[in-house]
């Protein structure tokens, strides 16, 4: 399994957002990869630095054509705050964002779903799914995840969110290439403080 190291994997909006940060530079180890389906090169250099990612490094993710619901697992080492108010149609919730490079068609959906760690299979493990679309291919932009819904069946509560999964061109069978940076939502409870 590989590491990578982050500065925070969810952030406050307004905040620093998860900045990834190169091995040999030190850091905040807090997350590690759990499953993957497809390829993933988690220092890939950025395919096109720009004033949305001027970033060097990035994470490269090849999407599995056999697996319909290629998803990468992200186990967090402490779980997110309360994650109630990402998870509602009411007002005007904070948003799950990231920034995406893809050559996927423009249109295509990427799903985050927030659950626990625990083999438990979905729905019972996952808390809230949240939906964003490409509107770009070939050029970095920031997407916005909305707030999609609490599955039927759900056992995890939005306090024990300890597993972020995500979802490229899910129900498809494609191949394309994502890269991502900046991932931003939830704040960690706990801050970790762990060097590896």
């Not at 096109?48 to 697996?67: L, T, V």
């Not at 149609?89 to 659950?115: D, R, W």
Request: with cysteine; net charge negative; hydrophobic share 35%.
């Amino acid at each position: 399994m590989r590491l990578i190291l982050f500065i925070s994997v969810f952030a406050v909006a307004g905040l620093n957002v998860l900045a990834q940060k190169n091995n040999n530079q030190g850091g905040i180890l807090i997350y590690t990869f759990g499953q993957v389906n497809g390829i993933l090169d988690s220092t890939a250099s950025n395919p096109k630095p720009n004033e949305i990612n001027p970033n060097s490094y990035c994470i490269k993710y090849r999407r599995s054509k056999e697996e319909i619901y290629d998803n990468i697992k992200l186990n967090l080492k402490t779980a997110l705050k309360d994650v109630s108010s990402f998870s509602t149609y009411e007002g005007n919730p904070p948003k799950i964002k990231m920034k995406v490079y893809s050559t996927a068609p423009v249109g295509t959906q990427i799903e985050i779903q927030l659950g626990r760690i625990s083999e438990i299979a979905y729905p019972d493990g996952i808390h809230s799914q949240y939906q964003g679309f490409t509107s770009k291919q070939n050029e970095w932009e920031e997407i916005e995840f909305l707030f999609a819904q609490i599955p039927e069946g759900s056992k995890a509560e939005p306090t024990e969110i300890d597993q972020v999964t995500i979802l490229f061109a899910p129900k498809s069978e494609t191949n394309y290439v994502f890269y991502y940076d900046g991932l931003s939502g939830p704040i960690l409870v706990h801050q970790v403080i762990e060097n590896e």
